[in-house]
């Protein structure tokens, strides 16, 4: 079984920054593919980014340029950072991990993400 950990969030005024990490522990697939999802009201949800253990990374093109994906693979943790934050990335940022050996997605308690004018 996996368990994730997320820390960071919060509110921020616009072009501001955040940092967001989210830890994997348990039975953990040295395959991983860990990122984040979001869901604001009214809208559907939406993969921001993800990144594999070997550190592929893949961005929405709403945040590419701005936010940045990293990883520490030893540690099975994955981070966020968000700059030039916007009031359309307000949201709630759920992490996600994902198993290719056992074809499982494991959904952290996710945080809120707020940017105000």
């Known amino acids: 079984q996996v368990e994730l950990t997320e820390t960071g969030g919060g509110t921020v005024q616009v072009g501001g920054s955040l940092k967001l990490s989210c830890a994997a522990s348990?039975?953990?697939?040295?395959?991983?593919?860990m990122g984040w999802y979001r869901q604001a009201p009214g809208k559907s949800r939406e993969e921001v980014a993800h990144i594999t253990a070997d550190g592929i990374e893949r961005y929405l093109p709403a945040v590419k340029g701005r936010f940045t994906i990293t990883r520490d693979a030893v540690k099975d943790t994955i981070f966020l950072q968000m700059n030039g934050l916007k009031p359309e990335d307000t949201a709630f940022y759920i992490c996600?991990?994902?198993?290719?050996?056992?074809?499982?997605?494991?959904y952290g308690q996710g945080t809120q993400i707020t940017v105000s004018q």
């Open positions: 348990g039975w953990v697939d040295e395959y991983w593919i």
């Open positions: 996600i991990y994902y198993s290719p050996k056992i074809a499982t997605d494991i």
